[in-house]
């Protein structure tokens, strides 16, 4: 069985301060690991990708397998950083399928 | 291209009354499938199909019927609509295979749906 917890529902920080948003995750095979984004009244989108190492908007997350986890950092946060971010897992043996966390929800203040 | 189309945008229903919830897609995707956001619940999978003709069950089936006639359509029925499946429903696909890496899943802009 696989399982991808996001631990806070809700965060704040303040705009220029550091932000992480905490994703951890059990399967017993190799995952591949998403960050996806809802901005406000919008439709979800693909933000970062484990396997292609990039950073989006500032932002990037690293797989560490000994912890499990897929936590997403951005250095400064800006208020436009404010969404529902959720961290998902595909299966290596699943055809598409994503499993996903509850969400955090960002709020980035002034 | 126009993406994942989903209609209607918003809809009021009466306990009882059945309805069926539109996702089409212009993208030649293999894989569709059906999500419900809830508050505190994240994204719960109710159907997904991996092509034209098959269909699997998610987390959440109870309620709901799909099928997949076409590569392009994918509709979510609602058999007897229950307060309880008040929700936003989220209708993504995608590629499979190698492709999917590249590009994940694409949603539709969700039908926000309340039962009364």
């Not at chain 1, 984004?37 to 500032?58: A, F, N, T």
Request: some cysteine; proline content about 5%; overall charge positive.
């Amino acid at each position: 069985a696989q399982r991808v917890t996001q631990p806070e529902k809700l965060l704040s920080v303040f705009k220029g301060a550091p932000v992480e948003l905490k994703c951890n995750y059990s399967y017993s095979g190799s995952p591949e690991l998403f960050w996806y984004v809802q901005y406000s009244r919008q439709r979800l989108q693909l933000l970062l990708r484990h396997i292609s190492r990039e950073s989006i908007k500032g932002f990037t997350a690293d797989l560490n397998k000994g912890e499990t986890s897929f936590h997403l950092k951005k250095p400064f946060a800006q208020e436009e950083d404010s969404a529902m971010y959720y961290c998902a897992l595909r299966r290596g043996s699943t055809l598409g399928r994503l499993y996903f966390g509850r969400g955090t929800q960002l709020t980035v203040w002034p | 291209n126009a993406g994942v189309t989903q209609t209607p945008k918003f809809q009021v229903l009466k306990t009882g009354q059945s309805m069926t919830l539109q996702c089409a897609q212009d993208m030649n995707h293999e894989y569709m499938s059906w999500y419900r956001q809830d508050p505190g619940m994240g994204l719960r999978l109710i159907h997904y199909s991996v092509g034209a003709g098959i269909t699997d069950q998610g987390e959440v089936p109870n309620g709901y019927n799909v099928s997949r006639s076409t590569t392009e359509d994918f509709p979510l029925r609602l058999l007897s609509a229950a307060p309880s499946q008040t929700s936003v429903y989220f209708c993504a696909s995608s590629p499979l295979g190698t492709d999917f890496d590249n590009y994940g899943y694409t949603f539709g802009s969700g039908t926000r749906l309340t039962v009364v």
